[in-house]
């Protein structure tokens, strides 16, 4: 907000050439640009003592003080300023900005409210927006914050700043359509790690949440892991490439994530959960399993190795290890599993034994083709001898 006050000031300075007439006020001038803030306060505090009714000596006196961060005081000050100028939109912004400063974020509100933006410079609007948004947000009205901050994304399409600002604010009000239009623009404008980070957080959650958009968001996701990861192969960053390749069903890509993330951590049991469920995708039922035994040794919390014992479970169910599958089950604490795992053992030993019966059936039929074979291999070959 200093950049912004400054600026504030300056164009002031320049238009309120009418404040050299009063004592002090080219001393108080000179301070504040030299960064000497002290000096300027008390050179503007003699202006407005000299002369009470003059707007700027306030202005700037609020000012000098809020570059001081003596907030309350520089409400004083400009409040006093827009009591002579009630009209000025710059002294209403700076009042407001100086409410939002002091956390008198009710008061600023209601301020901002008031103000019409298009009376301020261009540069300056999305700045009113971005404050209005916080300090709606922080007075409790956060959809009317929300709204702000769109205003700021619509006025300002290529401030990559404000689009992301206004995708965070859609992603944790829950418009995860938004956040994703948004953050997407953000990342467009400028492919920071921070910009990125927040649009693949927002690409998952839509991919959750949206079916019909599912891998394709899952996929765009994918992107931007990679990218992180080409700038930071961190475990984290590992971690969010695998989950992001397991939802876009690029089980190989992700099970490699997941290799190289245990290698850079082998404590963790997430990763080598992960892994098993890739590996599971792809029909590598044993690798599965051992990746699943890793993550047990790794000290897991009661909850987590119930969820590690159910995988196992699933895993040896795939593989027909039905006993393996129950006591994994077991162990997860889940008996419903047990009971579908002892049923499809049952049905399986009773295929096994009607398969076992047709399987003689079948030998008992070859069995009686070869008779009937010898038997006409007996006639054609003349049969049996002549009686005398």
């Known amino acids: 907000m200093r950049t912004l006050i400054t600026a504030l000031t300056l164009a002031v300075l320049v238009l309120g050439t009418a404040g050299a007439a009063h004592a002090g006020w080219e001393e108080g001038v000179a301070a504040f640009k030299a960064g000497n803030y002290s000096v300027a306060a008390k050179e503007f505090q003699g202006v407005v003592e000299a002369t009470p009714d003059y707007a700027n000596g306030y202005f700037m006196l609020g000012q000098s003080l809020a570059q001081l961060n003596r907030h309350q005081d520089a409400v004083n000050a400009f409040r006093k300023a827009y009591d002579l100028s ?16 002091a956390k008198r974020y009710g008061d600023a ?27 709606l947000s922080k007075s409790g009205r956060g959809d009317a914050a929300l709204s702000s901050l769109a205003n700021i994304a619509r006025t300002s399409p290529n401030d990559a700043a404000a689009q992301y600002s206004y995708g965070v604010a859609a992603y944790n009000s829950g418009d995860g359509a938004a956040a994703v239009t948004a953050l997407g623009k953000a990342v467009q404008l400028e492919p920071s790690a921070k910009h990125r980070e927040a649009y693949f957080k927002a690409l998952v959650r839509q991919a959750r949440e949206d079916s019909s958009k599912k891998t394709s ?53 997430l990763a080598f959960y992960y892994l098993s469920q890739a590996q599971t995708a792809l029909g590598q039922f044993g690798a599965a399993e051992t990746a699943l035994e890793r993550a047990l040794r790794t000290g897991p919390t009661a909850q987590n190795e119930k969820r590690i014992y159910r995988q196992i479970g699933f895993v040896n169910e795939k593989l027909k290890n039905y006993d393996q599958a129950k006591v994994a089950y077991t162990r997860a604490g889940d008996q419903a599993s047990v009971a579908r795992v002892e049923q499809n ?15 003689q059936i079948e030998q008992m039929r070859k069995e009686q083709e070869a008779l009937e074979q010898e038997l006409r291999e007996l006639e054609e070959g003349g049969g049996l001898p002549p009686l005398d």
Not at 247 to 254: D, E, P, S, T
Not at 345 to 359: K, S, T, V
Request: aromatic share 10%; glycine share 6%; no cysteine.
């Open 86 to 101: 009630p009209s000025s939109v710059e002294f209403q912004f700076a009042l407001a900005n100086a409410f939002l400063a």
């Open 109 to 135: 509100a209601q301020l901002y409210d008031r103000i019409n933006p298009s009376g301020l410079p261009g540069a300056h609007q999305a700045a009113y927006h971005k404050n209005k948004a916080i300090a």
């Open 217 to 269: 968001n899952y996929a765009k996701a994918v992107e931007q892991a990679k990218a992180l990861t080409t700038a930071d192969a961190s475990y984290e960053n590992l971690m969010s490439l695998g989950e992001a390749q397991l939802g876009a069903k690029q089980y190989q890509g992700a099970a490699d994530s997941f290799q190289k993330a245990a290698a850079k951590n082998s404590n963790d049991w």
């Open 345 to 359: 053992q049952q049905i399986a030993q009773e295929n096994q034994g009607i398969e076992e019966h047709n399987r």
